[in-house]
């Protein structure tokens, strides 16, 4: 049965500033059904096929690598302000519930896509081996890594580690793409995305740099660490690391896509340019 897992229309026609003011509870919008639960059928693929007709969607094409949009957090959330600092979205971790988060747009983007492994490029001070620290870096496999349109985004580990951008294709490296293999810049100030780590894509260090491992959305719990999306000040330098760049002002839920960039937005994880999104890396391309 072909699934129907478009994403809703957003009330607002344009991604803006005013974008804030959206209805965040709005109750006609339903929700993005999530990969592996039951929903009455089978599952198929993008041409109607199944895997060797066991009922298990064959994996869609290269798409291994996206930045939330702002559509599909708010769609999640079921806020306007989006999720914040807790991405448990339902699971007992914030780090299972970012996955869950990457699996559930992923599958809405392009069916069959949500049956492959995808983790949220997020570190964590616990949950590693022993309890120990968890590194963003170590979650996301040995790549390579392709957006949905098919573009490389990085052939391996290094090339994610290779400098402030990764060596990705040229059209991307410096707008990475969202879920819909558009530009996530869309001329607005919605350059960071939550990391919680460092330029090497490990444990920035502080729980609070977390917001308590991606469990709390109160704007005093901490100030995470993210990287950009998009350089804002150029290709190199200051404003251009895509996994680590600076704190943002809390860990509450906000949008600021104001293009004046420099927080504002109060102690949110938007409150310095956008919106509280995360990367998502499936494990096999």
Same mark, same amino acid.
């Given at each position: ?39 009455? %059928?089978? !599952? ?13 969607? /064959?994996?869609? @094409?290269? *798409? #291994? ?115 819909? %293999?558009? !530009? ?13 780590? /460092?330029?090497? @894509?490990? *444990? #920035? ?81």
């Amino acid at each position: 049965m072909s699934a129907k897992l478009l994403l809703s229309v957003i009330a607002c026609a344009s991604v803006g500033v005013g974008l804030v003011a959206c209805d965040a509870g709005s109750e006609d919008v339903d929700p993005i059904p999530v990969p592996g639960e039951d929903t009455g %059928g089978t !599952p198929s693929t993008p041409n109607g096929s199944t895997d060797g007709g066991s009922g298990t969607p /064959t994996e869609a @094409g290269t *798409f #291994s690598f996206f930045v939330t949009s702002i559509e599909s957090m708010r769609q999640l959330s079921g806020s306007a302000n989006g999720f914040g600092g807790d991405l448990r979205y339902g699971e007992a971790t914030g780090l299972e519930g970012a996955d869950k988060i990457c699996r559930t747009i992923a599958e809405a983007s392009m069916p069959g896509a949500g049956q492959k492994t995808w983790r949220a490029f997020l570190s964590a001070s616990t949950g590693g081996s022993n309890g120990g620290v968890v590194n963003a870096i170590d979650r996301i496999g040995e790549g390579p890594w392709y957006d949905r349109l098919g573009r490389l985004v990085a052939q391996n580990k290094a090339a994610l580690l290779s400098g402030s951008r990764p060596l990705a294709d040229a059209q991307i490296k410096n707008d990475l793409p969202n879920e819909r %293999g558009e !530009p996530n810049h869309q001329g607005v100030d919605n350059h960071d995305v939550l990391t919680g780590s /460092t330029s090497q @894509g490990k *444990f #920035s260090g502080s729980k609070s740099g977390t917001c308590n491992d991606w469990t709390s959305a109160v704007g005093s719990t901490g100030k995470p660490m993210c990287g950009h999306s998009w350089p804002r000040s150029g290709s190199t330098g200051n404003g251009s690391n895509w996994m680590s760049d600076h704190q943002v002002p809390g860990c509450a839920p906000g949008v600021t896509l104001s293009n004046s960039g420099g927080g504002g937005g109060g102690s949110t994880v938007g409150g310095s340019g956008g919106y509280g999104a995360i990367y998502c890396f499936a494990l096999t391309p």
